[in-house]
Protein backbone atom coordinates (compact mmCIF):
# COMPACT_ATOMS: atom_id res chain seq x y z
CA UNK A 1 0.00 0.00 0.00
CA UNK A 2 0.82 3.71 -0.80
CA UNK A 3 -0.41 7.10 0.30
CA UNK A 4 -0.20 9.88 -1.38
CA UNK A 5 -0.14 14.05 0.02
CA UNK A 6 0.01 16.25 -2.16
CA UNK A 7 0.52 20.05 -0.88
CA UNK A 8 2.05 23.19 -2.47
CA UNK A 9 -1.11 24.54 -4.24
CA UNK A 10 -2.84 28.13 -3.69
CA UNK A 11 -3.87 31.02 -5.74
CA UNK A 12 -1.14 32.79 -7.66
CA UNK A 13 -1.17 35.23 -10.14
CA UNK A 14 -0.50 34.73 -14.26
CA UNK A 15 2.78 34.26 -14.56
CA UNK A 16 4.04 33.38 -11.57
CA UNK A 17 5.37 30.19 -10.23
CA UNK A 18 3.96 26.99 -7.58
CA UNK A 19 5.58 24.00 -6.14
CA UNK A 20 3.71 20.82 -5.74
CA UNK A 21 4.74 18.39 -3.35
CA UNK A 22 3.79 14.71 -3.36
CA UNK A 23 5.00 12.61 0.34
CA UNK A 24 4.53 9.43 -0.37
CA UNK A 25 4.23 6.65 2.54
CA UNK A 26 3.79 3.14 3.17
CA UNK A 27 6.51 2.17 0.17
CA UNK A 28 9.83 3.99 -1.31
CA UNK A 29 8.30 5.76 -4.63
CA UNK A 30 11.90 4.74 -6.18
CA UNK A 31 9.40 1.56 -7.66
CA UNK A 32 6.58 3.25 -8.67
CA UNK A 33 6.26 5.73 -11.67
CA UNK A 34 4.68 9.01 -10.00
CA UNK A 35 2.55 11.11 -12.22
CA UNK A 36 1.19 14.40 -11.86
CA UNK A 37 -3.04 14.71 -13.57
CA UNK A 38 -5.00 17.31 -12.96
CA UNK A 39 -9.06 17.90 -13.38
CA UNK A 40 -10.10 21.48 -14.07
CA UNK A 41 -13.92 21.95 -13.14
CA UNK A 42 -16.33 20.32 -15.69
CA UNK A 43 -13.65 18.20 -17.23
CA UNK A 44 -12.19 14.87 -16.90
CA UNK A 45 -8.68 14.13 -14.53
CA UNK A 46 -6.44 13.95 -17.27
CA UNK A 47 -2.29 13.62 -18.12
CA UNK A 48 -0.94 16.81 -18.46
CA UNK A 49 1.51 16.88 -16.53
CA UNK A 50 4.74 15.03 -16.13
CA UNK A 51 5.94 11.18 -15.24
CA UNK A 52 9.28 9.81 -13.76
CA UNK A 53 9.32 6.12 -14.70
CA UNK A 54 9.82 3.83 -12.75
CA UNK A 55 12.32 1.39 -14.77
CA UNK A 56 14.65 4.29 -15.95
CA UNK A 57 14.10 7.35 -14.31
CA UNK A 58 12.58 8.85 -17.66
CA UNK A 59 9.95 12.20 -18.00
CA UNK A 60 7.59 13.23 -19.61
CA UNK A 61 5.70 16.21 -20.13
CA UNK A 62 2.20 17.39 -21.84
CA UNK A 63 3.01 20.00 -24.53
CA UNK A 64 1.20 22.12 -23.02
CA UNK A 65 3.89 22.36 -20.15
CA UNK A 66 6.58 21.45 -21.95
CA UNK A 67 9.55 24.28 -20.96
CA UNK A 68 6.87 25.40 -17.84
CA UNK A 69 6.82 22.46 -15.29
CA UNK A 70 9.38 19.95 -14.25
CA UNK A 71 8.95 17.00 -12.14
CA UNK A 72 11.73 15.80 -9.79
CA UNK A 73 11.66 13.29 -6.76
CA UNK A 74 13.94 12.82 -3.64
CA UNK A 75 13.81 8.94 -3.07
CA UNK A 76 15.36 9.79 0.43
CA UNK A 77 12.49 11.89 1.35
CA UNK A 78 9.90 9.54 -0.78
CA UNK A 79 8.35 13.20 -2.12
CA UNK A 80 7.92 13.78 -5.71
CA UNK A 81 7.58 17.64 -6.68
CA UNK A 82 6.35 19.35 -9.49
CA UNK A 83 8.00 22.92 -10.11
CA UNK A 84 5.17 25.16 -12.06
CA UNK A 85 6.31 28.24 -14.05
CA UNK A 86 4.98 31.01 -15.97
CA UNK A 87 1.91 29.88 -14.82
CA UNK A 88 -1.38 30.80 -16.96
CA UNK A 89 -5.12 30.65 -16.20
CA UNK A 90 -5.91 27.57 -18.21
CA UNK A 91 -3.45 25.64 -15.42
CA UNK A 92 -6.14 26.19 -13.17
CA UNK A 93 -6.84 22.71 -11.60
CA UNK A 94 -7.33 20.38 -8.94
CA UNK A 95 -3.63 18.62 -9.42
CA UNK A 96 -3.10 15.19 -8.41
CA UNK A 97 -0.14 12.62 -8.16
CA UNK A 98 -0.50 8.69 -8.63
CA UNK A 99 1.70 6.16 -8.62
CA UNK A 100 1.94 2.84 -10.29
CA UNK A 101 4.12 0.70 -12.59
CA UNK A 102 2.71 1.94 -16.43
CA UNK A 103 5.21 0.31 -18.79
CA UNK A 104 3.97 2.16 -21.90
CA UNK A 105 3.95 5.74 -22.61
CA UNK A 106 0.40 5.39 -23.57
CA UNK A 107 -0.24 3.89 -20.38
CA UNK A 108 2.07 6.47 -18.36
CA UNK A 109 -0.68 8.75 -19.28
CA UNK A 110 -3.62 6.73 -18.56
CA UNK A 111 -5.49 7.53 -15.32
CA UNK A 112 -6.37 3.38 -15.34
CA UNK A 113 -2.90 2.68 -14.87
CA UNK A 114 -2.19 3.70 -11.33
CA UNK A 115 -2.78 2.22 -8.18
CA UNK A 116 -2.42 5.00 -6.02
CA UNK A 117 -4.09 8.67 -5.62
CA UNK A 118 -3.39 11.62 -3.20
CA UNK A 119 -6.40 13.79 -2.27
CA UNK A 120 -5.62 16.48 -4.74
CA UNK A 121 -4.57 20.36 -4.15
CA UNK A 122 -6.42 23.26 -5.98
CA UNK A 123 -4.09 25.17 -8.18
CA UNK A 124 -5.43 28.61 -9.11
CA UNK A 125 -4.13 31.00 -11.64
CA UNK A 126 -5.59 34.36 -11.78
CA UNK A 127 -4.92 36.64 -15.20
Known amino acids: QVQLVESGGGLVQAGGSLRLACAAS????????ITWFRQAPGKEREFVAA?????????YYADSVKGRFTISKDNSKNTAYLQMNSLKPEDTAVYYC???????????????????WGQGTQVTVSS
Open 98 to 116: AAGRPITTAQVMSVMKYDY
Open 26 to 33: GRTVSIYT
Open 51 to 59: AIHWSDGST
